[in-house]
């Protein structure tokens, strides 16, 4: 905990090189090197990262001072400008009063009887994928992290936009993935003036963002244009509906199109990464596959779609979809910057000298201090007498404290329907004896992608085909 006491030792710190400090060895293996950090050090160390002095914490007791009980003091650190390049000033960029305003107007479209509203289409869209899967021929693997990327885009786009955009916004997959790659490849660009260089690369992200951006404010202009009585039981129709308890005011439409831009971009990445490793990690172990099927028999029967209700009785798919989220968290690591200097037990981090703190959700929740088998896939973890057990802020899938992630429920909605729906319809089974790699990046990506083959259960004609 965090004391009034008075520093008693120093930090440790890395040695490094000059100037670029441990730049190499963490742009050339992230999860390694921060690995061997935990084996190592206990709750604090520091290293140079090209002239910025970064203190990554190891302690679920201080993730949680720093997220929750003196969350004022800290802000979002300088990694999240490549973020803001294309999310604008959303939730996840935006900081203090905004913040504050944005999070009450757009709280409501997140609670749960809203989200409601959107199962059935969640439901459609993955139904349309099986349909596409039993219509194809899958002799060979199928490239399953891009599968659940298109299926999540189509859930998000459906929950945002409702279906009559849909086509609207194919045309702008192309441009998607440009954006994507090129934040991919920034979030390790530790020298962040290059990034308004027009090179190839800065130019087709540039004329990415215009024809993305240019497509959701058409869309919002539309619905501006709508006679008042219209409604749409999406996302959109959500956050503009919704108005400042305090001033009466809504959002307006740049504030709706950094809201929707990071809720359509964040939301699918990291469910669609999030589902790829669930389904790679269960077709590794099909003795939790057969467990999960046997309560998806027993609550949805061989033809049942998923409700809200019903989704609350899947507790063993939630633990399957925890477990996946322990393993291999989207969210793998996040900085906050310090507004002030700091005291954690017997240690300060001092400001200015120290630039920016890490919390690495990875390291958390492969801490053998808190996990049994913390290695091993196994949904047990999260029984509620073992959940009890342990520190809550061990296991960070969504962050923690005021800024926990707004779209949480959505997400472990979306995923447990996909994964329930899927498994009851098809056998996931390795591609080859290969172990997939986690390639770090602005989220937690199967690295070169993801196969599995996959085999109907039920042949056509039947009544789930």
């Not at 703190?357 to 007498?385: A, G, Q, S």
């Amino acid at each position: 905990m965090v004391t009034d006491e008075k520093p008693t030792k120093p930090i440790p710190k890395l040695k490094g090189l000059p100037f670029l400090g441990s730049t190499l060895d963490f742009a050339r293996d992230p999860l390694a090197f921060l690995t061997g950090l935990q084996q190592k050090y206990d709750r604090l160390v520091q290293f140079d990262a090209v002239g910025r002095l970064i203190t990554l914490t190891l302690t679920p007791e201080d993730a949680r001072y720093i997220l929750q009980e003196n969350n004022k003091n800290y802000v979002k650190s300088a990694a999240y400008d490549v973020l803001k390049m294309f999310l604008g000033n959303g939730l996840l960029n935006s900081e203090g009063d905004f913040w504050r305003r944005q999070r009450r107007l757009a709280q409501p479209a997140f609670h749960k009887q809203r989200l409601a509203l959107l199962v059935d289409g969640m439901n459609r869209e993955t139904a349309g994928l099986m349909a596409s899967w039993k219509n194809r021929d899958l002799s060979k693997p199928l490239l399953i992290s891009e599968e659940m990327m298109q299926l999540a885009l189509a859930i998000v786009t459906r929950s945002l936009f409702s279906s009559d955009v849909k086509n609207h916004l194919e045309n702008v997959s192309e441009a998607i993935t440009t954006i994507i790659q090129t934040a991919y490849k920034e979030i390790f660009n530790f020298f962040p003036a290059t990034r308004n260089w027009p090179t190839p690369r800065t130019i087709r992200y540039r004329r990415a963002v215009r024809k993305t951006e240019a497509i959701i404010y058409e869309i919002i202009e539309n619905r501006r244009r709508e006679p008042p009585e219209t409604r749409h039981d999406d996302l959109l129709g959500m956050l503009m509906e919704t108005r400042d308890d305090e001033t009466g005011e809504q959002m307006t439409n740049q504030q709706l199109r950094d809201e929707v831009t990071t809720i359509f971009m964040a939301g699918h990445e990291t469910t669609a990464n999030a589902l790829s490793w669930a389904f790679y990690l269960l077709a590794n172990h099909p003795d939790v596959t057969e467990k999960l099927r046997e309560e998806i028999n027993m609550v949805l029967g061989p033809t049942d779609l998923p409700t809200m209700e019903t989704l609350r009785e899947l507790t063993y798919a939630t633990q399957v979809i925890q477990e996946t989220m322990r393993l291999y968290p989207p969210a793998w690591i996040f900085g906050r910057q310090p507004l002030h200097s700091d005291q954690f037990g017997d240690y300060r981090v001092e400001v200015p000298k120290a630039d920016g703190m890490l919390i690495c959700p990875y390291l958390l929740h492969r801490d053998p201090r808190y996990w049994e088998k913390p290695e091993t896939f196994e949904p047990e973890h999260f029984l509620p007498e073992r959940v009890k057990n342990r520190p809550t802020y061990a296991y960070l899938p969504f962050g923690g404290g005021p800024r926990l992630c707004i779209g949480n429920n959505f997400a472990m909605m979306e995923m447990q329907i996909v994964l329930t729906l899927l498994i009851r319809e098809f056998d996931f089974l390795p591609a080859d004896s290969k172990k997939v790699e986690a390639e770090p990046g602005i989220t937690l990506r199967p690295k070169g992608g993801l196969r599995l083959r996959v085999r109907a259960r039920h042949k056509a004609g039947s009544p789930v085909s």
